[in-house]
């Protein structure tokens, strides 16, 4: 079985702030690691996903996330933020075998304040 | 080239009534993935489909049920609903069964009465 905690169910920051979005997850085999973003009314968009190699893994906006096996955690970081990164964030795994069943943490809403 | 679309994008159902949703992948996709999203929670992984066949099923009752055509498109069907059935219902769409990059639509809110 495979599971996901995000700790923190919002995160206010100020504009240009750094900020960091904290992601741990509970697998018994090798794991990818996904984060999705969700604007309002909208569907999941990829921000990034790490399947091997680099621990250090770069998206798009300017995310990034380290995957650290010891600590079984994939936190999300962004250096300077803008207020067109409020939105939500999810952090989601897969085992690397088996079939395409990928589970969701709950969710962690970027509030950008101006 | 068009995204992952879902249609309904709004519906509104009474309790024990049936409901179908559907999903058209990207073109060259045949992969498609549907998810139920509870309002402040996570998606959560109802099917996968691939070429047709049924490739995974999460943790729901037999109420639900999907399938996929030829054109690779899908159906959800889900019958008697219930108040806690109320959700975004997200359908993803992959090249391949195997492919980790998916695509999200923008879901069809469903509201139990």
């Known amino acids: 079985a495979q599971s996901v905690t995000q700790l923190d169910s919002q995160v206010p920051v100020f504009e240009e702030a750094p900020v960091e979005l904290r992601c741990n997850y509970s697998?018994?085999?090798?794991?990818?690691l996904f984060w999705y973003v969700q604007y309002p009314n909208q569907g999941l968009q990829l921000l990034l996903k790490?399947?091997?190699?680099?621990?250090l893994v770069k998206g798009i906006n300017g995310f990034e996330a380290e995957f650290n096996k010891s600590q079984t955690s994939f936190h999300l970081r962004k250096p300077s933020v803008h207020i067109s990164d409020t939105a939500e964030y999810f952090c989601?795994?897969?085992?690397?075998?088996?079939?395409?069943?990928?589970?969701f943490g709950t969710g962690t809403k970027l509030q950008v304040i101006p | 080239d068009a995204g992952v679309t879902q249609s309904p994008t709004h519906l509104i159902k009474t309790r024990g009534q049936q409901v179908t949703l559907r999903c058209s992948p990207i073109?060259?996709?045949?992969?498609v993935s549907w998810y139920q999203q509870v309002l402040g929670q996570g998606p959560q992984f109802i099917f996968q489909?691939?070429?047709?066949?049924?490739?995974g099923r999460g943790n729901f009752p037999d109420r639900f049920s999907a399938r996929q055509f030829p054109n690779y498109s899908s159906e959800l069907n889900v019958n008697a609903l219930l108040l806690g059935d109320s959700a975004l219902y997200l359908c993803?769409?992959?090249?391949?069964?195997?492919?980790?990059?998916?695509?999200f639509g923008p879901g069809t809110r469903l509201t139990v009465l």
């Open positions: 073109s060259g996709h045949k992969s």
């Open positions: 697998s018994s085999v090798s794991v990818y």
């Open positions: 489909y691939y070429e047709k066949e049924e490739r």
């Open positions: 989601a795994v897969r085992s690397s075998g088996g079939y395409q069943k990928v589970t």
């Open positions: 993803a769409s992959r090249i391949s069964a195997d492919t980790d990059t998916q695509y």
């Open positions: 790490y399947l091997s190699g680099s621990t």
